[in-house]
């Protein structure tokens, strides 16, 4: 009697465990869209100002300390700010920051040696990123047709030629 309980009611639970799925999957994207549109004015202004504002989800917060902590030579350049924006910016960084992913020595201060990045790109061949159209993996602009939005979705992706 227990088996043929089990066998009528074995299709419902895995309606039930799928459904549960998919609903986990809808609260990511929600979680994904929301993290998408963190926004803040200042952050967008002063980042986006030299390069696109490059989502805080893509770092850690541990990472974004130490970017923030060296904008006097901020990848060849001098990005100094002065200290309430330095603050806000920083704040909004590490409260929107993603989550550490792999354990290093010391912060990646480049979201291209990130781990995620490294698989997400994986099939970009060393001459798209020298295409005079892309320039490098930090161009995200240059594919993603809705980075500045915040959005790096594969349906926004078009790779030029």
Known sequence: MKKIYFKLLYPFAAIAMLSGGMTSLAHAEDDERSAATADN??????????????????????????VM???DKHFGSDATLDVASAREISDFLEKNAGRKRQ???????????TGWFTHEHREVSARDWKSPKIKGPANCAACHTQAESGSYRERDIHIPK
């Open 69 to 71: 902590s060296g904008l």
């Open 103 to 113: 354990s290093t020595a010391k912060p990646l201060l480049r979201i291209t040696e």
């Open 41 to 66: 004015a200042k952050w967008k202004a002063e980042c986006g100002s030299c390069h696109i504002a490059f989502p805080a989800r893509l770092l850690p917060a541990d990472s974004w300390r130490a």
